[in-house]
């Protein structure tokens, strides 16, 4: 029973460039989360997602960064003219949705923009 | 979703049983309290949840007081492996989303 996978698991970039992170959930479960962890801090929520919906943003910068879960495939992280500032762990995590909705995290995408 | 306390710290010695405290005194009925842990720069683990009873799986135990302000996550037989940083956190389930707010947590040090 596979858990959740994430890829690439690090991932380089340099300023200006895309980085694009993917998150495949664990079966069985629609629902998808996207938490940021910058050095040597805690993990903040970003994104919640369910198929084809994102249902909460409030954490997500409002410029350069998106998300997507589609009908078909991984749910996509995209940050576009990455900056030294989004260094970072990235980390997703999925849940079936339902009481008590428990969630299960992947090994994350480490991020590092030169 | 409740505020939690934790220390920042503890040590145990290896073999010995790990009592992690944690204080959601704000906890209203319907939130469960959570615990993962972090280690090193992993993804967070799940580790066990409890509404108002105790809980045991293979990994741990959950205490729950009975006037569920606080709990308290006991590692039977703590190893090395299990040095890591401990999240207590409370939510309630909401359809419209469940997010996980982690604050500093316990950072436990396992010890030969």
Same mark, same amino acid.
């Given at each position: 029973?596979?858990?959740?996978?994430?890829?690439?698991?690090?991932?380089?970039? $340099?300023?200006?460039?895309e980085?694009?992170l993917? !998150?495949s @959930?664990? *079966?069985?479960?629609?629902?998808?989360?996207?938490?940021?962890q910058?050095?040597e801090?805690?993990?903040?929520?970003?994104?919640? +997602?369910? *198929?084809?919906n994102?249902? %909460?943003?409030?954490?997500? #910068?409002?410029?350069?960064?998106s998300?997507?879960?589609? &009908?078909?495939?991984?749910?996509?992280? $995209?940050?576009?003219?990455?900056?030294?500032? %989004?260094?970072?762990?990235?980390? !997703?995590?999925?849940? #079936?949705?339902r009481?008590? %909705? /428990?969630?299960y995290f992947?090994p994350g995408?480490?991020l590092?923009?030169? | %979703?409740? *505020?939690? /306390?934790?220390?920042p710290?503890?040590d145990?010695?290896?073999?010995?049983?790990?009592?992690? @405290? !944690?204080?959601?005194s704000?906890?209203s009925?319907?939130?469960?309290v959570?615990?993962y842990r972090?280690?090193?720069?992993?993804?967070?683990q =799940?580790?066990i949840h409890g509404? &108002?009873n105790?809980?045991t799986?293979e990994?741990a135990? +959950?205490?729950?007081?009975?006037? $569920?302000k606080?709990? /308290?996550l006991?590692?039977p037989?703590?190893?090395?492996?299990d040095?890591?940083v =401990?999240?207590?956190?409370?939510?309630?389930f909401n359809?419209?989303g469940?997010?996980?707010?982690?604050?500093?947590?316990?950072?436990l040090?396992?010890? @030969?």
């Amino acid at each position: 029973n596979a858990g959740v996978m994430q890829n690439p698991r690090h991932l380089v970039r $340099r300023r200006g460039q895309e980085a694009r992170l993917r !998150c495949s @959930p664990m *079966k069985g479960h629609s629902h998808v989360y996207w938490y940021r962890q910058l050095p040597e801090e805690g993990l903040k929520f970003m994104v919640y +997602l369910q *198929k084809e919906n994102i249902i %909460d943003e409030s954490g997500m #910068p409002k410029e350069r960064f998106s998300a997507e879960f589609p &009908k078909e495939g991984p749910s996509i992280l $995209r940050i576009q003219q990455v900056v030294r500032g %989004d260094s970072a762990a990235y980390f !997703c995590a999925s849940s #079936p949705g339902r009481a008590p %909705d /428990t969630q299960y995290f992947g090994p994350g995408t480490r991020l590092t923009v030169l | %979703d409740a *505020k939690t /306390t934790q220390p920042p710290s503890m040590d145990c010695a290896e073999g010995r049983a790990a009592n992690l @405290p !944690c204080n959601h005194s704000t906890i209203s009925g319907n939130e469960y309290v959570y615990w993962y842990r972090q280690i090193h720069s992993q993804g967070p683990q =799940y580790i066990i949840h409890g509404l &108002k009873n105790n809980e045991t799986n293979e990994m741990a135990s +959950l205490i729950i007081t009975e006037d $569920r302000k606080s709990s /308290t996550l006991i590692l039977p037989h703590a190893t090395l492996r299990d040095t890591a940083v =401990y999240y207590c956190i409370v939510r309630v389930f909401n359809n419209a989303g469940n997010m996980l707010t982690f604050g500093g947590g316990t950072r436990l040090m396992v010890k @030969p």
